[in-house]
């Protein structure tokens, strides 16, 4: 492969880089902005919240007996790409209910 196409795959990485680190610092403020504003938005951010933990332990649940049913060569996820997945189900659950709550 030549350097041009090298570099796209740089410029790539580095954008979904970004784009992750956005993610994770826009998934806290928000979890710190919703105790500042009204109850119907408490109760939407309540919810992406529960449905986020549900989903995180679910994944890590799944994690557990995968690394337990191949002692040998299990390797848990990075906590980056954890955070990131976290991230991300936030704010996909945050918008399901601020669709389905107005908002």
């Known amino acids: 492969m030549d350097s041009q196409g090298s570099s796209v795959f740089v410029y790539l990485f580095l954008a979904l880089l970004v784009l992750s680190v956005v993610l ?9 902005r919703s105790e500042l504003e009204d109850e119907r938005r ?3 951010v309540g919810k992406a919240c529960t449905w986020t933990l549900i989903a995180t332990v679910g994944a890590n649940l799944i994690e557990v007996i995968e690394v337990a049913a191949q002692q040998p060569n299990g390797e848990p996820v990075a906590p980056f790409i ?4 976290a991230a ?3 704010a996909i659950f945050l918008g399901w209910f601020k669709h389905k709550y107005g908002g």
């Open 24 to 32: 994770i610092v826009w998934m806290f403020v928000s979890l710190v």
């Open 42 to 44: 408490k109760l939407i």
């Open 82 to 85: 954890r955070l990131v997945v």
């Open 88 to 90: 991300l189900m936030y």
